[in-house]
């Protein structure tokens, strides 16, 4: 009797079909899967794809520049250097967004380690709380510092009784930005380092090294390219954090006042050229951080394929012996 199975030699090649009078299996049951979508489907998504970034992105990216430079380059850069309250708000963001990348630089790092190499109680809990600032809006962790660190707050009393502010001062600022970016670094590293796994420092623990040299020999150049990145995207959202720093900072001008509370203060006062000025700056910065995250991301691409070439070349080496 003849086998169910249909075999390769059944097949004609001119039809698809089985050359066997007896079997007949529909001429759709063996077409080949299509191996991309329809033209009209890619043209037509591409095509929504590009209008939506045109018209959220790049149109309003060029009209911040278009209304900077409205009334020429000299205006603009009167704009941007002629107040003093404007240029106290760019170094303040200067200063500002760096101490908080590295609160966030020493607490990802010590985080994913403690994460990823060391099982403990609370261990789940932690990685929960890492997420917290991405949760809670920037106005409530805002009000969040305000009860802690208020007069009539948790903090307060005490504070006021030493002599010490928190509250609409420089730290205050730093805390609070701190805080909101505080996800950033953790939360590029915690899988890179799992994904590299405590073999490495084991060995080298077992040869007689120490944690400092483990860490800057081993462990850093491991994670350096997610590090990097981790830090990129954290400044980026320091330099343009709102809504936390408008409640903890009084708005201060000339004090308390960053960047984007200095753009909001200008807008208010009907200085619009002014305002669209330093708003230009902030873009540009993201701009910036932007093209540093693809070169980052290039490298990392780049080195996972040096990565796998790595063990084809060692069997052809092997072949060739």
């Known amino acids: ?63 911040v520049f278009v209304e900077a430079f409205a009334d020429g380059a000299g205006a603009y850069w009167n704009n941007l250097t002629g107040d003093a309250d404007t240029r106290h708000a760019v170094l303040l963001t200067l200063m500002v967004a760096p101490l908080a990348v590295l609160c966030n630089l020493v607490f990802g790092v010590a985080a994913a380690w403690a994460i990823t190499r060391f099982k403990f109680p609370g261990r789940t809990l932690l990685v929960t709380l890492i997420d917290v600032p991405f949760s809670v809006s920037p106005i409530v962790a805002g009000l969040m510092f305000v009860i802690l660190f ?30 909101v970016t505080l996800p950033f670094v953790a939360r590029e590293l915690i899988p890179v380092m799992e994904a590299i796994g405590p073999d490495e420092e084991l060995a080298a623990l077992s040869l007689g090294a120490n944690g400092r040299q483990i860490f800057w020999r081993i462990t ?45 203060v200008l807008f208010q006062d009907f200085n619009s050229p002014a305002a669209f000025a330093l708003a230009s700056v902030l873009t540009m910065l993201a701009v910036v951080t932007l093209l540093l995250k693809v070169w980052v991301e290039g490298r990392v691409r780049g080195q996972k394929a040096e990565g796998s070439e790595e063990p084809q070349m060692t069997q052809k080496d092997a072949d060739k012996t």
Not at 155 to 178: Q, Y
Not at 229 to 247: K, P, Q, S, T
Request: with cysteine.
């Open 1 to 63: 009797m003849r086998s169910a199975e249909l075999k390769t030699e059944d097949l004609s090649p001119s039809d698809g079909v089985p050359s066997g009078s007896g079997s007949s299996v529909p001429h759709s049951a063996l077409r080949t899967p299509r191996s991309q979508d329809p033209r009209w489907v890619r043209i037509t998504l591409t095509s929504l794809a590009l209008l939506a970034m045109t018209v959220l992105v790049v149109i309003p990216v060029i009209s």
């Open 150 to 179: 208020a007069g009539w707050g948790v903090f307060g009393p005490w504070l006021e009784a030493n002599g010490l502010r928190v509250l609409f001062t420089v730290p205050g600022l730093v805390l609070v930005t701190t805080f």
């Open 220 to 264: 850093l150049p491991n994670i350096k390219w997610g590090l990097l990145y981790g830090v990129i995207l954290c400044n980026a959202r320091a330099m343009g954090e709102f809504g936390a720093v408008y409640v903890v900072s009084g708005r201060i001008a000339g004090e308390t006042c960053t960047m984007p509370l200095q753009v909001e």
